[in-house]
């Protein structure tokens, strides 16, 4: 019984699938004579995961750091182009 216990799944992940998607993993599960979760299950545990580049928190510093210079030139192109209060006076 307690071996039983240790080999029980304990985590869980839901995700959602179109119609078709659905259709198309049902159908070859039951092609290869599985159920539908254990298929899904052994697509996941035999895929190939990409290593990240750097952490999270590299990654949110890095787009800030990208991003300042596009923010700067988009104010500056606005004011270049903005008409000056002169003309009108």
Known sequence: MTEDRKNVSK????FRLSEAEFKKLS???STLGMTLSAYAKSLAAKSRLVQP????ETGVQEN???RRPG???NQLTHKAYAPSP???A
């Open 11 to 14: 985590k869980q992940i839901n």
């Open 27 to 29: 159908a070859s599960s």
């Open 53 to 56: 580049k750097f952490d999270h």
């Open 64 to 66: 800030l750091a990208l």
């Open 71 to 73: 923010t700067n030139l």
């Open 86 to 88: 002169a003309r009108y």
